[in-house]
C-alpha cells in the first residue's frame, strides 16, 4: 500500500509538471511567436485640401467634422478680381481677332494683286504679320480659357467623399494658392496598421484573414493582410561627412525585437464609429483557428 501510495503521489506529481510544462510552452509559443499584437492603430488617407487661386475667403460652406461628398464645395475664395481678369480677357480676345480678321482681308487683297504691282517680298511681308496676328488671337484665346479656369477654382471644392476634421478656416481669412487649409479623411481608406515584432513575421502571410478589435468596440472586425512593410529606420546608423556612415559605438545586450508595420485590410460593413483614425487596436492573424483576442 505504501508504494502505491508513493507511485500515485509521483504520477500526481509528474502529471503536474507536464501539464505546467505544456502550458508554459503553449504560452511561451502564443505570446512569443503567435502573430497577433496590441500594437496595432486604425488609419486613413488625409487630403490637404488647398486652393488653386488665392484670395480672401468669403464663405466656408462646411463644418468641422461635417461628412462631405465628392464635389461638395468647401469654401470659396473672392471671386471679384476673377470676373475682371475674365472680364479683360474677352476684351483682349475681342481685340486680336479684330485685328487678325483685318490682317486677313488685307492678306486677300495682296493675293489678288498681280506680281507686277507687288513684290514678293511684300506679300511675304503681309503674311508674316497676318501670321503674327493669329498667334496673338491663338493666345488671348489660352488666356480667356486660364481666366475662365481661375474663376472657377475659387469655389474650393472636395475631390473625395470623406469627413472635414479639425476645421479652423474662417471667412476673412487670406489664403495662397497651393496652401493647404483643410484637412479631409477619406472615408473609403481606413485601414489597420499592425506593429508586429520582426520574431513573427514568418506566420504572417498576405491574404490572411485577421481579426482586429478596437479598443472600446463590441466585436472584432473582419479584414486581411494586405502588404508587409519592407523598410523601417535604422536608429543605430545616420550618415556622417563624407557620406559615410556615422554608427553607434555602443550595444545594448538586452536587444528588443524591432516592430514592423503590417497593412491590414478592412472588410464587410463597418460602423462608422468605430472608424476613427488613430484608434488603438488589437490585431491578430487568425490562419486558419478562431479569434482568441477578445481577452487579451
Known amino acids: 500500500m505504501k508504494t502505491l501510495s508513493l507511485l500515485s503521489r509521483f504520477a500526481v506529481t509528474l502529471t503536474v509538471v507536464a501539464a505546467a510544462a505544456l502550458a508554459g510552452a503553449w504560452l511561451w509559443d502564443y505570446y512569443m511567436n503567435e502573430p497577433w499584437t496590441r500594437d496595432g492603430r486604425v488609419r486613413a488617407d488625409v487630403v490637404q485640401v488647398s486652393p488653386d487661386v488665392a484670395g480672401l475667403v468669403t464663405e466656408v460652406r462646411v463644418a468641422d467634422n461635417q461628412p462631405v461628398r465628392k464635389g461638395d464645395v468647401l469654401f470659396v475664395v473672392d471671386p471679384g478680381r476673377y470676373r475682371l481678369a475674365v472680364e479683360q480677357a474677352e476684351a483682349n480676345l475681342q481685340s486680336a481677332q479684330a485685328e487678325l480678321s483685318f490682317r486677313k482681308a488685307d492678306s486677300n487683297r495682296y493675293e489678288q494683286l498681280g506680281s507686277g504691282v507687288v ?147 478592412l472588410e464587410g460593413d463597418i460602423d462608422p464609429a468605430d472608424l476613427v483614425a488613430g484608434r488603438t487596436a488589437t490585431v491578430e492573424v487568425l490562419g486558419d483557428r478562431p479569434p482568441r483576442v477578445a481577452g487579451l
Open 119 to 265: 513684290s514678293t517680298a511684300q506679300r511675304q511681308e503681309v503674311a508674316s504679320v497676318m501670321a503674327k496676328a493669329a498667334a496673338a488671337a491663338r493666345q488671348a484665346e489660352s488666356a480667356l480659357d486660364l481666366a475662365r479656369l481661375n474663376l472657377e477654382r475659387t469655389e474650393i471644392k472636395a475631390v473625395v467623399d470623406g469627413f472635414v476634421t479639425n476645421l479652423q478656416l474662417r471667412p476673412g481669412n487670406y489664403v495662397s494658392a497651393g496652401q493647404a487649409v483643410i484637412a479631409l479623411i477619406d472615408r473609403h481608406s481606413f485601414y489597420v496598421m499592425g506593429y508586429f515584432e520582426e520574431t513573427k513575421l514568418r506566420r504572417i502571410r498576405i491574404g490572411a484573414p485577421v481579426a482586429v478589435t478596437i479598443m472600446g468596440a463590441s466585436a472584432p472586425l473582419k479584414g486581411h493582410v494586405d502588404s508587409v512593410t519592407q523598410a523601417i529606420v535604422d536608429r543605430d546608423r545616420t550618415e556622417g561627412t563624407g557620406l559615410l556612415p556615422n554608427v553607434n559605438p555602443t550595444f545594448n545586450w538586452v536587444r528588443l525585437a524591432q516592430r514592423i508595420p503590417v497593412r491590414i485590410a
